[in-house]
């Protein structure tokens, strides 16, 4: 068994992405993301994620637990009322869900992703 270590002072070098132009609802939001362990089968990801503001609709097909270290950002679920997540927020997102992940202030969170 191998152990991965969330050490924020030796990250790799992140990788640069942003929603696709066809989701984008506000803003201009950027991501970076570090990603710090793949599974041999490619279905488990784990790492940190950073975006700046802006706010996108998000279709999940996969699960993902998160948590939030820094900055601000309100979850919009269709037909539900939005979450605000901050430092110390901790959270699942199951495969289905449907909304708007909206970034208020430049938020840093933690991700394990399981497709």
Same mark, same amino acid.
């Given at each position: ?6 050490? $924020? @002072?030796?990250?790799? +070098?992140?990788?640069? #992405? ?5 989701? *984008?609802?506000?803003? &201009? ?5 570090? @990603? ?5 089968? +490619?279905?488990?990801?784990? #790492? ?12 999940? &097909? ?29 959270? *699942? ?20 992703? $399981?497709?």
């Amino acid at each position: 068994m191998s152990l991965i270590l969330f050490d $924020r @002072n030796a990250l790799p +070098e992140p990788e640069t #992405g942003a929603p696709a132009a066809e989701r *984008v609802v506000s803003g &201009d939001p950027r991501f970076l993301t570090w @990603n710090l362990d793949t599974s041999e089968d +490619e279905k488990t990801y784990a #790492g940190f994620w950073q975006a700046t503001p802006g706010a996108w609709r998000v279709v999940y &097909d996969e699960w993902e637990y998160c948590e939030i270290l820094e900055g601000v950002s309100i979850l919009h679920e269709d037909g539900k009322a939005p979450l605000r997540l901050e430092a110390g927020t901790r959270f *699942v997102i199951s495969p289905g869900f449907t909304g708007v992940w909206e970034v208020v202030e430049t938020t840093l969170k933690t991700y394990v992703i $399981r497709l």
